[in-house]
C-alpha cells in the first residue's frame, strides 16, 4: 500500500525557517512529479511547488517564490519543502502528493485533481 508521510511541521515565528519532509512507502515515486499543498481555515487547498519526475523543472506559487524550495534526495524516495522567511499567512495544513501518471520529463502538475496520492498533511504555524 502506498503511504505518503509528511514531517516537520510546527510553531515558528515570522522570519524563521522550517523543511517538511514528504517520506514514501510501499513505492517510490521516481517516475512521476510530486507537489506540496496547503490549505488555511476556510480556504481551498493551494498549490505550493512542485517538481518534476526528471527533477529537471520546478514549479513554485508566486506567493512563495524565492522563499520556498523544493528537492528530493537521490533515492526519490523523500522530498522536501524549505521554507525560509516564514510568514503569517503562511499559516496552513501542508501536503504533500504524488502524480501517478506517466508524464514527460519536465511536467510539474499544477491542481490538486492531478494528483493521485495524498500526505496526512502537517501543521505549519507562523506567529507574527
Known amino acids: 500500500q502506498v503511504q505518503l508521510v509528511e514531517s516537520g511541521g510546527g510553531l515558528v515565528q515570522a522570519g524563521g525557517s522550517l523543511r517538511l519532509s514528504c517520506a514514501a512507502s510501499?513505492?517510490?515515486?521516481?517516475?512521476?512529479?510530486m507537489g506540496w499543498f496547503r490549505q488555511a481555515p476556510g480556504k481551498e487547498r493551494e498549490f505550493v511547488a512542485g517538481?518534476?519526475?526528471?527533477?529537471?523543472?520546478?514549479y513554485y506559487a508566486d506567493s512563495v517564490k524565492g522563499r520556498f524550495t523544493i528537492s528530493e534526495d537521490n533515492a526519490r524516495i523523500t522530498v522536501y519543502l524549505q521554507m525560509n522567511s516564514l510568514k503569517p499567512e503562511d499559516t496552513a495544513v501542508y501536503y504533500c502528493?504524488?502524480?501517478?501518471?506517466?508524464?514527460?520529463?519536465?511536467?510539474?502538475?499544477?491542481?490538486?485533481?492531478?494528483?493521485?496520492?495524498w500526505g496526512q498533511g502537517t501543521q505549519v504555524t507562523v506567529s507574527s
Open positions: 502528493a504524488a502524480d501517478d501518471t506517466l508524464l514527460s520529463s519536465d511536467y510539474v502538475p499544477l491542481e490538486p485533481y492531478e494528483y493521485d496520492y
Open positions: 517538481i518534476s519526475w526528471s527533477g529537471s523543472s520546478t
Open positions: 510501499g513505492r517510490t515515486f521516481s517516475s512521476y512529479p
